[in-house]
């Protein structure tokens, strides 16, 4: 088993762990918030199973159904996670908002303390397995791990500000906010899915590269090129963490095809060593020709 799956399998069982936890402490004291995040948990968890499972496929090599690979697998399984944490946030903001509307109900002082533990507690599980996740999704320019770490990471300020919460409710009885600090972390929780959808979604539409990567392409082919050689019709894309380029190159009528296909292989390896995962294609013809 590889790294990316070996991380991802990390995040499966943190997030079970937490699950347990949380459900258990938010049923015992009917807190609104500790079970929204229970929730966000949750969901954590099937995205996390989600992450395993695509980067599994993703790594796999092509073949002849999937000749350019399975990289888009991971963007699949972003997406999909994107949806789940709106569709999650939607049923925490419907219930927190019936929870002011029908009136406070008080938790315990041992539900309030109990909880306060269990919020701690994960916060700081979730800070040390979403650092592991980042710093692996990093390595590897994984985007499904980088979707599992930023909903782990989104559980850091969630779980801290409902650990709080509690606290103050305990020392205030101010038990309205704990209604309200469901809806705080379930818009959080919004905004995540927001980012993790936009990014995740692209490369699913063919986008092109950031534009710092074109720029850095398009500067790395015209190092290369000399009197009578040219270039255009340059495209990119993303699949999951494989980058794709495509470009024509024009050369000289009377270029010998040695020298012609010498000039692609040295752009190729310095495209190569300066973007990762990267694949280059390059159709080379006379100058003055634009196929």
């Known amino acids: 088993m590889n790294i990316k799956s070996k991380t991802a399998r990390l995040s499966i069982w943190s997030n079970t762990l937490l699950i347990i936890l949380?459900?258990?402490v938010g049923i015992f004291s009917g807190s609104v918030s500790?079970?929204?995040?229970?929730?966000?948990?949750?969901?954590?968890?099937m995205a996390a199973v989600m992450a395993f499972y695509s980067v599994k496929i993703a790594e796999k090599p092509a073949d002849k159904s999937h000749p350019f690979g399975h990289g888009k697998f991971e963007n699949i399984s972003g997406v999909v996670e994107a949806i789940l944490i709106f569709v999650a946030s939607g049923w925490i903001i419907y219930h927190a908002v019936n929870r002011l509307i029908d009136g406070e109900q008080m938790i315990g002082e041992y539900g309030l303390t109990l909880g306060f533990m269990?919020?701690?507690?994960?916060?700081?599980?979730n800070l040390?397995?979403?650092r592991r996740l980042y710093k692996v999704a990093k390595e590897t320019d994984s985007i499904a791990l980088k979707a599992d770490a930023l909903h782990l990471s989104t559980h850091v300020y969630t779980s801290s500000g409902v650990g709080i919460s509690l606290a103050v409710i305990y020392f205030t009885g101010w038990h309205f906010l704990d209604p309200i600090a469901a809806i705080v972390v379930a818009s959080y929780i919004l905004k995540e899915a927001f980012e993790i959808l936009i990014e995740a979604f692209k490369p699913l539409a063919d986008a092109s590269l950031p534009e710092n990567e074109v720029t850095l392409i398009d500067q790395t082919i015209r190092s290369?090129?000399?009197?009578?050689i040219d270039y255009h019709m340059l495209r990119t894309r993303k699949a999951g963490s494989d980058r794709e380029v495509d470009f024509h190159l024009e050369v000289p009528g009377e270029m010998t095809v040695s020298d012609s296909h010498?000039?692609?292989?040295?752009?190729?390896?310095q495209l190569q060593n300066k973007l990762p995962n990267l694949k280059v294609t390059i159709h080379v013809e006379p100058e003055g020709y634009h196929g």
């Not at 290369?224 to 009578?228: I, M, P």
């Open 22 to 24: 949380n459900t258990i």
């Open 262 to 269: 010498g000039l692609c292989d040295n752009i190729e390896h």
């Open 224 to 228: 290369n090129l000399r009197a009578g």
């Open 34 to 45: 500790i079970i929204s995040e229970a929730v966000h948990t949750l969901i954590d968890l």
């Open 128 to 130: 040390i397995v979403s």
């Open 118 to 125: 269990v919020m701690m507690v994960s916060a700081i599980v």
